[in-house]
């Protein structure tokens, strides 16, 4: 019973966007823990930074949408946790290949004639 709600728990904050990125804050990552205990809901978040000012607005947020998911019959506690590190290595493969930077070919040029320049020598 508790998998099940842990899903219905991520379905629901899958449809939480970190409001300066756009993107869910399950895809992002920042999910670090989901603990039912009976009737409980108990989610703990990270921030992509320890002063994330919108922090308590994706608390809120997700407080709700996981109460709009789970009915009445469920208490919900939003913890943010401001230690977490949060790095873009615990996003989703596919977010952060939205945020890498794309390849220079003026760069890998540079690194090229270099290349040949210490090669020549």
């Known amino acids: 019973m508790n998998r099940q709600i ?5 379905a629901a904050l899958r ?8 993107v869910s804050i399950v895809d992002l990552g920042l999910v ?10 108990l989610v703990v978040l990270a921030t992509t930074s320890p002063a994330c000012p919108l922090g308590g607005l994706i608390a809120e947020t997700a407080a709700a949408a996981v109460g ?6 469920y208490g919900i506690r939003i913890t943010l946790d401001r230690r977490a590190v949060w790095s873009p ?9 939205r945020f890498e930077r ?11 004639g270099l290349e040949h320049w210490k090669l020549a020598r």
């Open 102 to 112: 794309p390849q220079s070919r003026f760069l890998d040029a540079l690194r090229s």
């Open 89 to 97: 290595a615990d996003a989703d493969p596919a977010v952060r290949a």
């Open 68 to 73: 709009d998911r789970l009915g009445p019959a």
């Open 15 to 22: 449809g939480v966007d970190d409001p300066e990125l756009g």
């Open 6 to 10: 842990t899903e219905e728990v991520l």
């Open 32 to 41: 670090v823990s989901i603990d039912v205990v009976g009737s409980c809901v």
